[in-house]
């Protein structure tokens, strides 16, 4: 018979996900199963871009046919982010329903849109930042980087970087 034996543990505690609001992680773009019409719609969007910045008849006939998948995408998640909208990579849709993106907004890199969405006129969003479904980001404001805006909040004014708002009109909360 064995004594008491004592094992200690040699695993180490999980830190926690840092993700940056400056070096886009071109990964959260991925598309990862056959049917994930948010990485599609965007994948459809960086390659119209790509095809636009190429030129030439190669590039007017590749621009064309992506500009094809991003309308059948933009139905079938009945959103709309325009073609020629300005985003830094990293950017997740996890659930890509009714995300409204007006023309002149600018995206940082890494951020997170939830269903719902609106971005009116010329907003531009910092690195990292989370909106919650059914956010409205009312323009022309900038927010800052690293900021989580609730869900169904109204935001009329710029927010500073590594706030947390929400309310309807959107407030910093006391975290």
Request: hydrophobic content about 40%; overall charge positive; some cysteine.
């Amino acid at each position: 018979m064995q004594g008491n034996i004592q094992q200690t543990s040699t695993v180490e505690p999980e830190q926690p996900l840092v993700v940056s609001a400056t070096v886009p992680d071109w990964s959260r773009e991925e598309v990862r199963q056959f049917w994930d019409p948010g990485y599609k719609l965007l994948r459809a969007i960086r390659r119209y871009q790509a095809a636009k910045a190429r030129g030439g008849p190669i590039g007017w006939a590749f621009s064309k046919y992506w500009a094809l998948v991003h309308r059948f995408w933009s139905v079938i998640t009945q959103s709309e982010i325009h073609l020629n909208t300005h985003i830094e990579g990293g950017l997740r849709l996890p659930h890509p329903t009714g995300i409204i993106i007006h023309p002149t907004a600018r995206i940082g890199p890494n951020c997170m849109i939830f269903q719902q969405v609106t971005l009116v006129s010329t907003v531009v969003l910092g690195g990292h930042v989370d909106l919650g479904a059914g956010a409205k980001i009312m323009g022309p404001l900038t927010i800052g980087n690293d900021v989580t805006v609730g869900a169904n909040s109204v935001v009329t004014r710029d927010v500073e970087s590594g706030a947390t708002v929400a309310g309807v009109p959107a407030r910093k909360l006391n975290t």
